[in-house]
């Protein structure tokens, strides 16, 4: 977030940067550059996007087919790899699949809640852009799932999410609840306005494209590694495909502050739920005596932990947040990182990241999928 934002002198860090421990300083710093880099190569493709027209021109330049992307050199890539390897890269075929397939099951109700009035037809076709790659991202990740992966069509949703992990999961059911409540009959336009916000700016920019960064960063992308071609293909135009959503979902939030001023208290007030959530998750995490850390380093490598995925989040919002002007919310995020990272760290300065035993590596994660999202964000 320092590298990315600039934050005012008064947002001091509550644990000062000289009693911080090498490590500590090295992943933050780590976060920082990681997110500036995504947000310079995002522009570079973004930066001529101002309206939902320009949106719709580059939804036509850059469409692509999905459904004719080689995958024979990744199913005999896939087939050579040992046990170990092949459950790596179901583990991010799990949560790429069920996030794209939460996301798709909500699209075509934002497309159609959209008014009919004059002055939408624009943000409807930009819209209605976005309704037909997700139904194809979903598509393409069911190819690879039956061709490459050996998975029976069926059993796709299943699968994504024995090996989605569970901090994943709790998020995409605060979404399937707010998504239910938003976009419910006879709803007025505004709550239409907060269901695009907490889709294209929470979920698919927080969440889904922090999750791509850290994967890219900490090498678990795979594709390179184990020869798989098509799927690289695939995600790296469904990638260039979530920066046009962001962009649809930032313009239409910027329609709503324009359109209803007292919208950015209830924007605030969305950002800091979601703030509330991650603070309880991360320390509900760190209370699982290293299970959901070690969980977490399988599933995008070392060095990720909980406070690691929650500080990329919780920087990530800020950096949209202060895009939106809500800066009063860039100094919550700020507050609450800086009280996390102290209160999760050790007397070095360090951040405290247990091993679990034996028997909790063992009987753990049933534990942990039985009792759900009450669990971990209760």
Known sequence: MDAAVDLPAEAAPA???????????????????????DETADRQVTGGWQTFDDIVAAAYVHTWDAYSVDLTHDAASFRALDHRQQEAVKRVFGTIYRAESVVDDWMDRIVAAIPREPGYESMRAALMTQEHDERMHRGSLLRAATEVLGIAEEDASRVAKKYNNFVAEILFDQFEEEMRHLLRPNRPLEDVYMAIFIYGVISEDVVANSDVVIRRAKGKGL????HLPGMKEGQTNVRRDEGRHVRIAVLATKRFLAEHPESAGRLLAQAVDY?????????RAKASRGLIDMHLAESYGAGVDSLYYYVMN???????????????????????????????????????VETPSLWLRVVGPRMLRLAGTERLAG
Do not use: N, Q, W
Not at 318 to 337: F, I, N, S, T
């Open 15 to 37: 644990l000062p940067s000289h009693r911080r421990g090498e490590r500590l300083e090295r992943l933050l710093h780590e976060i920082d550059v990681l997110i500036a880099d």
């Open 223 to 226: 594709y390179d590694t184990f």
């Open 275 to 283: 703030m509330d959530l991650a603070d309880r998750m991360v320390r």
């Open 314 to 352: 919780m920087k990530r919002l800020a950096v949209r947040l202060d895009e939106l002007g809500l800066r009063e919310g860039v100094l919550e995020v700020k507050k609450r990182v800086d009280a996390a990272i102290a209160e999760l760290s050790d007397d070095d300065g360090e951040p405290i």
